[in-house]
């Protein structure tokens, strides 16, 4: 196809371009109906990439895509590559930024970002990225292919929540909605785009809020509270004259004292009681810093205590997973008929709900090669131990309720002992829950 083929914008994102060919716009930031800017309340953006379906090295060019964002010194902005996933829930409002491949038919839509914000405050929420397959990709610049990192590179600036521009004067932007085959010139950033991720999210010091010139640094940028509340406090360190301010972007937080200062200062702060079973996380924004609190849930029997020790359970297999909200009670880890003999494996990972976010580690160990440990990865393939320990699943509370590996017969397993390894640990090992469940087939 020589025509230009349209990128689109958004699922739930509709907005309207009042561009007359007199009226160029150096960029364009996405506004409520209200005119508030849409953007996030953070300065960090942790996705999560599935390259099924793409072409050879999507995952790097995908990754350098963000990096381009990322590398704006005039922006405190930054792509954090979260790892692979499995997951296809392109769309979904779920908190995890998924960019994925798939069919979208030949529809003029090469790629397409969905955006969940709310439309009062223009906060967002969410954001998925899908590359239409029914198009042909590759990453080398071939020029009957469109280039994954030219249009990745445009599309993660609509993660940003800028907008496509359409005024030819706009074709050489990374943000000019229009693409061609073997095009890359949109790999890198125009001033104009620079100047758009710089409005948004500005680098302490830079302008917004703050003094031009003045750098900015906080005490902690994370604090958590247990689900009773409290008060706690975050000191700033500037020169003299150097202003700043700051605010909360949750009703449950409120600053009490310092909510603007020049030079070095405190800012306080209250933390109301949670008296939900979920844990909660809110921002403060102290001079564009971003200091995250975390604060549990309260309900105590509703979820499982995240882990202050090292504790280890072992347990012989159960065929059916035991779900409690105490760890000792617990059977994370269910293996099927092949607990008490019987010829069938179907592992099944069952967890309660957690009072906070851990990652979760599962680990087996094979009868046939009983030295080396096998990792399962987030996207469902497993690494030896030597190559590292990586989490199952990172940052969740659960729970959990999971079929791992289908039903095997055992007549295709190894004979021998066979465990099974479970670890909950928000600390990277500090503290955990590791249980234990071990099985034989004869
Ligand atoms: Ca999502
Ligand atoms: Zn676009």
């Not at 003299?240 to 200062?261: D, E, K, M, Q």
């Not at 297999?317 to 059977?331: E, G, M, Y």
């Amino acid at each position: 196809m020589n025509r230009k083929t349209l990128l689109l914008k958004g699922l739930f994102f509709v907005f309207f371009l009042f561009l007359s060919s007199s009226d160029i716009l150096a960029y364009q930031a996405c506004k409520t109906s209200g005119g508030t800017d849409q953007k996030w309340t953070t300065s960090s953006l942790t996705v999560y990439l599935n390259t099924a379906g793409g072409p050879s090295n999507s995952l790097s060019a995908l990754q350098a895509s963000m990096q381009t964002w990322t590398d704006v010194s005039t922006s405190s902005f930054t792509f954090v590559y979260g790892g692979a996933t499995t997951s296809t829930a392109y769309g979904a409002n779920d908190s995890s930024y998924i960019v994925g491949f798939g069919p979208m038919g030949i529809n003029g839509t090469l790629a397409e970002t969905s955006i969940w914000y709310s439309s009062e405050s223009g906060q967002l929420y969410d954001t998925d990225l899908q590359f239409n397959t029914s198009y042909q990709w590759s990453t080398d610049g071939s020029s009957t292919y469109y280039d994954v990192q030219n249009i990745g590179t445009h599309e993660f600036g609509h993660f940003l929540c800028l907008e496509d521009l359409y005024s030819t004067a706009d074709s050489e932007k990374t943000m000019y909605g229009y693409a061609a085959a073997g095009e890359t010139k949109k790999r890198t950033l125009d001033q104009d785009d620079i100047n758009g991720i710089a409005y948004l999210y500005p680098s302490s010091g830079g302008g917004g809020d703050g003094t031009p010139g003045c750098t900015y640094s906080v005490s902690s940028t994370y604090l958590s509270f247990t689900s009773s509340g409290g008060s706690g406090s975050v000191s700033v360190s500037t020169l003299p004259g150097c202003t700043w301010s700051a605010s909360s972007n949750v009703t449950w937080i409120t600053i009490t004292s310092g909510t603007s200062g020049s030079g070095g200062g405190t800012v306080s702060f209250s933390v109301s009681s949670n008296s939900t079973s979920s844990y909660r996380i809110g921002n403060i924004t102290i001079a564009n810093q971003t200091v995250t609190v975390i604060q549990t849930g309260s309900i105590q029997g509703i979820t499982m205590t995240l882990p202050t020790t090292k504790q280890s359970y072992s347990y012989a297999a159960v065929s059916s997973s035991v779900k409690s909200t105490n760890p000792s009670d617990s059977r994370p880890v269910g293996v099927g008929s092949v607990a008490t003999g019987g010829g069938t494996l179907s592992i099944q990972v069952v967890l309660n709900q957690l009072s906070g976010p851990a990652d979760i580690y599962f680990g087996i160990l094979l009868p046939d090669d009983p030295n080396n440990l096998y990792i399962l990865r987030s996207d469902g393939t497993f690494q030896a131990m030597s190559s590292g320990l990586v989490p199952w699943k990172s940052s969740t509370a659960g729970p959990i309720t999971e079929s791992l590996f289908g039903n095997i017969p055992a007549l295709f397993l190894a004979q021998g002992t066979y465990r099974i390894y479970l670890a909950v640990t928000s600390d990277s090992f500090a503290t955990y829950y590791l249980w234990e469940t071990y099985f034989t087939v004869l």
